[in-house]
């Protein structure tokens, strides 16, 4: 039988499955407890080793070495670990490259990208980072997400979401209000203000745009609440479903699950995905007919992308969708 991902998409990447959440930690404390976490939870939350607010100033080698250590370490168990480095302005960031993909190269999910001032920026990261893996001997492109927290990445976003290897465009929130120089007030930085005052919502639109325009997952930027659930959740949904974003930062343990819960697709829908997908694979791929509507190509795609989302923030799918599709 045919697999969705090799019909659905010929010719054309197919849009990347990434867990709803990234997780971010930045001392080795927080980074082993991190992958204690995702391996409780199970692979629904990627988590990023940050080799830039998590170094000391002198000691960038050595913080580098060490979030490499964590990915290559046996707690790492489902490969779903990557590493935000300096921005292009820092001295280190070539340098945090090298340690990162000479030590952990195969095993880094995908490098983060800060404080690019411009598709330029961003290219020439990328370009740096291909040509350390080659001379690691690394065979594969490692996936690229880049942050978009100034004036000049917002305005060549589209640019950034078309560059080779870009998976996500993240939202930077707090270093936008900061980069506005007291024009947008600090309570845009939390909610309600974070998803009303027009400059902060025509960035998120215009990045959520440029990312599903180009095919990349839109990540949303952190909620500064770290122990009221509901509060988290409700920006999670906001961000959701206000906003298109399909993933979200974390910073704290508690942010995981209702993220998680928050992102994940109506279950209803879920249920009528896995019935059209395996009424579609047994006829191959060709129109079928569900609850009286048609269904071809074009429907089943949304379908397996909702089914792949469902997956990825552990939802349960049935037996029969885990035997088809994932296995």
Request: with cysteine; aromatic share 8%.
């Amino acid at each position: 039988m045919q697999h969705p991902a090799d019909v659905l998409f010929a010719g054309e990447k197919p849009f990347p499955a990434l867990p709803a959440v990234d997780h971010y930690a930045g001392s080795e404390k927080l980074m082993r407890k991190a992958l204690q976490l995702q391996q409780e939870f199970g692979p629904i939350f990627d988590v990023t080793c940050d080799c830039e607010d998590g170094a000391h100033a002198g000691a960038e080698a050595e913080h580098a070495a060490m979030a490499a250590e964590m990915i290559l370490s046996a707690d790492n168990r489902f490969g779903r670990v990557g590493a935000r480095i300096h921005d292009i302005t820092h001295s280190h960031w070539r340098q945090d490259l090298d340690i990162l993909v000479g030590r952990a190269g195969r095993n880094l999910a995908f490098i983060t990208l800060p404080k690019v001032r411009s598709a330029t920026d961003a290219a020439e990261q990328i370009q740096a980072l291909r040509a350390i893996e080659r001379s690691h001997g690394i065979d594969k492109a490692i996936p690229v997400h880049v942050l978009i927290e100034t004036h000049g990445a917002l305005r060549e976003a589209w640019e950034i979401a078309a560059l080779d290897s870009v998976e996500s465009l993240d939202f930077g929130l707090m270093d936008f209000v900061s980069g506005h120089h007291g024009a947008i007030p600090g309570n845009a930085m939390t909610s309600p203000g974070q998803f009303t005052h027009p400059l902060v919502v025509r960035a998120k639109t215009e990045i959520a745009a440029a990312a599903l325009g180009n095919g990349v997952v839109p990540s949303h930027n952190v909620t500064t609440e770290l122990k009221d659930l509901d509060y988290i959740r409700r920006d999670a949904e906001r961000a959701r479903r206000e906003f298109g974003y399909l993933r979200m930062w974390s910073i704290h343990p508690n942010q995981i699950r209702p993220i998680v819960e928050a992102m994940r697709p109506d279950f209803s829908e879920v249920e009528a995905a896995v019935e059209i997908l395996v009424n579609a694979q047994a006829v191959g791929w060709g129109p079928t007919q569900h609850e009286g509507k048609l269904h071809d190509r074009a429907s089943y795609r949304y379908f397996w992308e909702l089914l792949s989302r469902a997956k990825a923030t552990g939802m349960t799918i049935g037996d029969e969708a885990e035997q088809r599709f994932f296995r």
